[in-house]
């Protein structure tokens, strides 16, 4: 992929010197462009952002082997705030607002590293409105007492506010009805194409994440197993019969009778499967 602005290459990342989490993820995010990382909890899509951003010491753990490349510069040693001041911002999973504070205050957090002065802060606030008029409404209101979506929208609004070149964002769906899930979706589409945000999703909601992504990464077990340009994974066989919930059935397995089998779960044929299609 051409134009690149983030290079992960190889890395592991063990916690508390012992817990091997990754197994050598090897991502690669192009400029502009929306870049999903896909797969079941504790595949490793966490681990991975927390790589990017530098926040794995925070919760014990390291990247020790591999490369992470930001615009051709090695990052692993650089310090969160570093990655902020490049531009790198990440967005928590879990809709992280600081509970005390109004709306509006929780937005002009987001603004504490910059340096281009009120009015420029002003007008990113302003931006911020107008992608989330629904903060614009409540921006008076404490945030412990928003909605689910109301907080993930100040979650998101809140790292615009730091003008960034690339978001970070860790399972923006959880927890939200579909109504909502869209509307944060259309969002994000609207910031990578009229901001020029790239960004790299962490999302356990496959379907809607490769309807908006251009590029997707699939992992399991600390590992990559499937990647490609979104369209053609929303129509691979295994992601939409693991993932998506739709397909199945044709591999032609029938029972000692000689009767198709019922649709198998994924638990039950993912070790063959995998051997057979994805690791071999």
């Not at 921006?139 to 809140?158: F, L, V």
């Not at 579909?178 to 990578?192: S, T």
């Not at 029938?254 to 995998?274: I, L, Q, T, W």
Request: proline share 2%; net charge neutral.
């Amino acid at each position: 992929m051409s134009n690149s602005l983030l290079n992960v290459n190889g890395i592991e990342v063990i916690y508390n010197h012992v817990i091997l989490v990754l197994k050598g993820v090897s991502l690669n995010v192009p400029e502009g462009k929306v870049v999903a990382l896909l797969g079941g909890n504790g595949a490793g899509k966490t681990t991975t952002l927390r790589a990017v951003s530098n926040l794995l010491a925070g919760e014990r753990g390291a990247v020790t082997k591999g490369s992470i490349d930001l615009r051709g510069e090695r990052i692993e040693k650089l310090s969160t705030s570093d990655m902020v001041e490049r531009g790198v911002i990440q967005v928590m999973e879990g809709r992280h607002c600081f509970a005390h504070l109004t709306i509006e205050e929780n937005l002009l957090t987001g603004a504490y590293t910059r340096k281009d002065g009120k009015a420029a802060v002003a007008q990113t606030l302003d931006k911020v409105y107008n992608y989330f008029p629904r903060l614009k409404t409540r921006r008076g209101a404490q945030a412990a007492y928003t909605s689910g979506g109301e907080q993930q929208m100040c979650a998101i609004g809140r790292a615009l506010m730091a003008s960034p070149s690339m978001m970070l964002l860790d399972e923006p769906s959880m927890g939200l009805a579909p109504q909502i899930v869209e509307e944060v979706f259309e969002i994000v589409k609207d910031l990578n194409q009229r901001e020029k945000v790239t960004f790299l999703l962490a999302e356990q909601n496959t379907n809607i994440a490769l309807r908006y992504a251009d590029y997707g990464y699939i992992l399991e077990n600390g590992r990559i197993v499937m990647d490609g340009a979104a369209k053609d994974l929303r129509e691979n066989e295994d992601v939409k019969e693991f993932y998506l919930g739709v397909g199945g059935g044709g591999d032609g397995d029938s029972d000692e009778n000689g009767d198709a089998s019922p649709r198998k779960s994924f638990r039950d044929v993912k070790s063959y499967k995998r051997r057979k299609r994805w690791l071999a």
